[in-house]
């Protein structure tokens, strides 16, 4: 039986809204770094949702928690980093897997700073596999108020090439779901890249 | 030039966070009343971001701002009100017309009120035309922070037929747009409806 304190502590908690943001590497070379449609996005959040812009300083960020996944796809950067190499025993695909793991660490890493110098509480966690798929997945168990999810912005005849991640979590997932995309000045040479 | 209190006044007022929402009419009979999907967006909208939820009630409300638009269809209910009704002269369809507009005036206030009761700053607005169209035109002159937009969650047969105002502006929109389903508890007999 929870005490009333558990009970009050589980109302409190409910009471927050809980935004799931899922966040990719960037496409381009430099890396690591996030993508610019990711940054866009978790930006957006912070600045428009969770920090205070009113009289009430300091407490807005007490009524969200973040969650933020990142999903691992194997060529997520393109192959061109293992191009070069000689896959010679078992250990050496082992190796690629810890370099991918640390990479994916790196990119949460960079989100949880932000929100640890904001003080505002989150989780983060990585996934491996497909995108769409893991991320409509993990809200599906999650439950959040909101998904967040950035996106490039590709005309027509792009997303007919590449499809588009945001879509589908628009139409697959349950919950809420908001799209952000990058700012026209923000789009690389390449459209594609993000 | 403007004074010192205007260019506080306008830091203040580009702080908060504009949210328009698009709103529209219940397809089932009983009229008037709004769409199952609206109704479900709107009170997300007030529940999970403009009232407070923690120590500083009464804090967030002034920290966002509500733009509420219906666009007028003239078949959006379909044509069964009007179709044993005979039109005589140009004053007929002008009255049709004022009735439609009644109608529009009707679900508006329906939210302002809403709005009123919860002292959130709101204006609410009616244009007519093609929605999505008509939506992505307002979202661009208003420039908001946020676009939402209720969603009957068809399944991908359903949207082949109807498609969907959602997905529409999800791509063809700039600024964020948020998507709410409603719930499937609130589906009624025909998905198709709202």
């Not at 691992?72 to 078992?90: F, I, K, M, R, T």
């Amino acid at each position: 039986m929870a005490s009333g304190n558990e009970e009050e502590k589980k109302e409190q908690s409910t009471s927050k809204t809980r935004i799931l943001i899922a966040v990719s590497h960037s496409s381009i070379k430099g890396y690591p770094h996030a993508s610019i449609s990711s940054d866009t996005a978790f930006h957006w959040v912070l600045d428009k949702l969770v920090k205070p812009t009113s009289s009430s300083i300091g407490h807005r960020r007490e009524d969200f928690e973040l969650s933020i996944l990142h999903i691992q796809v194997p060529d997520e950067d393109g192959p061109d980093d293992d191009l070069d190499s000689v896959y010679e025993s078992a250990s050496d695909f082992h190796s690629m897997k810890e370099r991918e793991l640390t990479r994916g660490l790196h990119l949460l890493e960079h989100f949880v700073r932000i929100c640890d110098d904001a003080k505002i509480p989150c989780k983060a966690w990585i996934k491996a596999g497909d995108p769409k798929e893991l991320i409509c997945k993990e809200a599906a168990k999650l439950q959040p108020d909101m998904l967040v999810l950035g996106s490039r912005g590709l005309k027509t005849m792009q997303r007919m090439f590449v499809g588009t991640v945001s879509l589908y979590c628009t139409t697959h997932a349950t919950c809420p779901v908001l799209v952000i995309k990058r700012k026209p000045q923000d789009t690389p040479d390449d459209p594609m890249d993000d």
